[in-house]
T-cell receptor
Framework: GENVEQHPSTLSVQEGDSAVIKCTYS??????FPWYKQELGKGPQLIID?????GEKKDQRIAVTLNKTAKHFSLHITETQPEDSAVYFC??????????FGTGTRLLVSP | GAVVSQHPSRVICKSGTSVKIECRSL??????MFWYRQFPKQSLMLMAT?????????EQGVEKDKFLINHASLTLSTLTVTSAHPEDSSFYIC??????????FGPGTRLTVT
């Protein structure tokens, strides 16, 4: 089955810096890669996703890149703000099927 | 966007009792609903997948007789934790899918078993 690895487990940056979180997956048939932000005591919130027919997607300060050959994808957050502090999860799935989550990255943005 | 609600948001029950958690899709029909469990500082672990009108598919290691899932309609799925024990204390999260790739997550239910 699918296995998703995520690094780093914690990431501390200064406000205004960029943050990058990386994930690798094992199932070459996976074709949907979402990223979620989870604040303490809340459910995950989708922040951006990418499908396997696209190499990069951007939404304001957030971007995701996908390398299907190497089976890895990354989340890029530019101009970080204190409100970006949260736990971020990557995930992978085969279309409509179940999501397999990474282990999470705790991002701390210091003012 | 699509909204998923969960009820209750927090519940405390005594060991040996059962507790039911509801998951509702408020503005769309959910063909599939998923139930996850999340322990502190850990990732989301899928417990089961349910499709409306059919039996749930449980992940390996999840006891189907302990975690009863009912997906009676396209907008409601319930998870019942039977004979709860302290080790069942966790954050339970549901998600719903509307024939798109995206899963819409609920706000979670914090279960504490005393």
């Amino acid at each position: 089955g699918e296995n998703v690895e995520q690094h780093p487990s914690t990431l501390s940056v200064q406000e205004g810096d960029s943050a990058v979180i990386k994930c690798t997956y094992s199932d070459s048939a996976s074709n949907y890669f979402p990223w979620y932000k989870q604040e303490l005591g809340k459910g995950p919130q989708l922040i951006i996703d990418i499908r396997s027919n696209v190499g990069e997607k951007k939404d304001q300060r957030i971007a995701v890149t996908l390398n299907k050959t190497a089976k890895h994808f990354s989340l890029h957050i530019t101009e970080t703000q204190p409100e970006d502090s949260a736990v971020y999860f990557c995930a992978a799935s085969r279309g409509f099927q179940k999501l397999v989550f990474g282990t999470g990255t705790r991002l701390l943005v210091s003012p | 966007g699509a909204v998923v609600s969960q009820h209750p948001s927090r519940v405390i029950c005594k060991s040996g009792t059962s507790v039911k958690i509801e998951c509702r899709s408020l503005d769309f029909q959910a063909t599939t609903m998923f139930w996850y469990r999340q322990f502190p500082k850990q990732s989301l672990m899928l417990m089961a997948t349910s499709n409306e009108g059919s039996k749930a598919t449980y992940e390996q290691g999840v006891e189907k007789d302990k975690f009863l899932i009912n997906h009676a309609s396209l907008t409601l799925s319930t998870l019942t934790v039977t004979s709860a024990h302290p080790e069942d204390s966790s954050f339970y999260i549901c998600s719903a899918n509307d024939r798109s790739y995206e899963q819409y997550f609920g706000p979670g239910t914090r279960l504490t078993v005393t």
